[in-house]
């Protein structure tokens, strides 16, 4: 091969490079990491909110361009501590929280984002009952469809909002809600 068509070869594999990351970044507008700011549903109906995991709940949540994502939210902010006794309220406090880690693959199609939940795990209170937030055991069965939009909140900061198509309640209300989730962008 002549240094000519190593040249090319070469310019042409740099080339393939830098367009499949391109590609990946098209396919994938949602890449990086996002803090959660809201976690609830709401219903239909009345409208009236439930914050599945308190009205200040923490978490992160990765998204990569290769299809996959991870998300961990709990119910509660963790207080500094500030001597020995705040430690361990902190620690009897931790065993009331709620909590779930959760992730799996995803695609973006338009305005709607497909979504497989592989694993979930969930944690909550202790007590004579297992705390089992999942009516799905924990995964989905294949591809779930989300509504999302990504906007610029007051703070001048990337907001991601995902909603559910409507539903019956997964808890036998009888009622039919809405899953929402938003999230806000941390730089790179």
Same mark, same amino acid.
């Given at each position: 091969?002549?240094?000519?068509? #190593?040249?090319?070869?070469?310019?042409?594999?740099?080339?393939?490079?830098?367009?499949?990351?391109?590609?990946?970044? $098209?396919?994938?507008?949602?890449?990086?990491? /996002?803090?959660?700011?809201?976690?609830?549903?709401?219903?239909?109906?009345?409208?009236? *909110?439930?914050?599945?995991?308190?009205?200040?709940?923490?978490?992160?949540?990765?998204? *990569?361009?290769?299809? !996959?994502?991870?998300?961990?939210? *709990? &119910?509660?902010?963790?207080?500094?501590?500030?001597?020995? /006794?705040?430690?361990?309220? @902190?620690?009897?406090? &931790?065993?009331?929280?709620?909590?779930? +880690?959760?992730?799996?693959? !995803?695609?973006?199609?338009? $305005? &709607?984002?497909?979504?497989?939940? @592989? !694993?979930?795990?969930?944690?909550?209170?202790?007590?004579?009952?297992?705390?089992?937030?999942? /009516? +799905?055991?924990? #995964?989905?069965?294949?591809?779930? $469809? *989300?509504?999302?939009?990504?906007? =610029?909140?007051?703070?001048?900061?990337?907001?991601?909002? =995902?909603?559910?198509?409507?539903?019956?309640?997964? +808890?036998?209300?009888? @009622?039919?809600?809405?899953? #929402?989730?938003? /999230?806000?962008?941390?730089?790179?």
């Amino acid at each position: 091969m002549s240094i000519a068509h #190593r040249t090319i070869a070469t310019a042409a594999f740099f080339a393939a490079l830098a367009l499949s990351v391109a590609s990946a970044e $098209e396919i994938s507008p949602l890449a990086g990491t /996002w803090k959660i700011r809201a976690f609830f549903t709401e219903d239909v109906i009345s409208k009236e *909110r439930h914050d599945v995991y308190g009205p200040k709940p923490t978490g992160i949540m990765q998204v *990569r361009p290769d299809g !996959y994502f991870d998300a961990f939210v *709990r &119910s509660y902010e963790p207080v500094p501590v500030l001597s020995m /006794w705040d430690d361990v309220a @902190n620690v009897l406090a &931790s065993e009331t929280g709620q909590a779930i +880690n959760y992730g799996g693959t !995803y695609r973006v199609v338009g $305005e &709607s984002l497909f979504v497989q939940v @592989n !694993y979930a795990r969930q944690e909550g209170p202790v007590g004579p009952d297992t705390f089992d937030m999942s /009516w +799905n055991e924990g #995964r989905s069965i294949g591809e779930e $469809e *989300r509504s999302f939009q990504t906007v =610029i909140g007051s703070d001048r900061q990337t907001q991601l909002i =995902i909603e559910t198509k409507p539903m019956p309640n997964p +808890n036998g209300a009888g @009622n039919t809600i809405i899953g #929402r989730i938003i /999230w806000q962008r941390l730089p790179d």
